[in-house]
Nanobody, 129 residues
């Protein structure tokens, strides 16, 4: 089992940057496929970015492609989401998630993230004009 704790959220002006961190405890993140999701008020949870267990495969939602980058640091047992050129519509609660995959290096990015096994508590990102 793994526990996930997100940090790095906050308030930022449009065009700015934030880096979210997802610190894992209990097991190493290298054992899991990882994903970042977000949920805005009144909207369903959506996938933002996903990363394979070995870090070689990535997925980005069209809305963030070219602006967001997902990465992992196995030595720190942490997964990151670097968010640049933030837009008003990026405002949401951002969640980190982990999926048990054993030896698979597949990238998991179904819209609601129902295939993921563990979730963090979320961190609020607010982008203002």
């Amino acid at each position: 089992q793994v526990q996930l704790v997100e940090s790095g959220g906050g308030w930022v002006q449009a065009g700015g940057s934030l880096r979210l961190s997802c610190a894992a405890s209990g097991r190493t993140v290298s054992s899991y496929a990882m994903g970042w999701f977000r949920q805005a008020p009144g909207k369903e949870r959506e996938v933002v970015a996903a990363l394979s267990r070995n870090g070689a495969g990535t997925y980005y939602a069209d809305s963030v492609k070219g602006r967001f980058t997902i990465s992992r640091d196995n030595a720190k047992n942490t997964v990151y989401l670097q968010m640049n050129s933030l837009k008003l519509e990026d405002t949401a609660v951002y969640y980190c998630a982990a999926k048990v995959v054993y030896n698979s290096n597949h990238v998991y990015y179904t819209p609601g993230g129902n295939e993921y096994d563990y979730w963090g508590q979320g961190t609020q990102v607010t982008v203002s004009s």
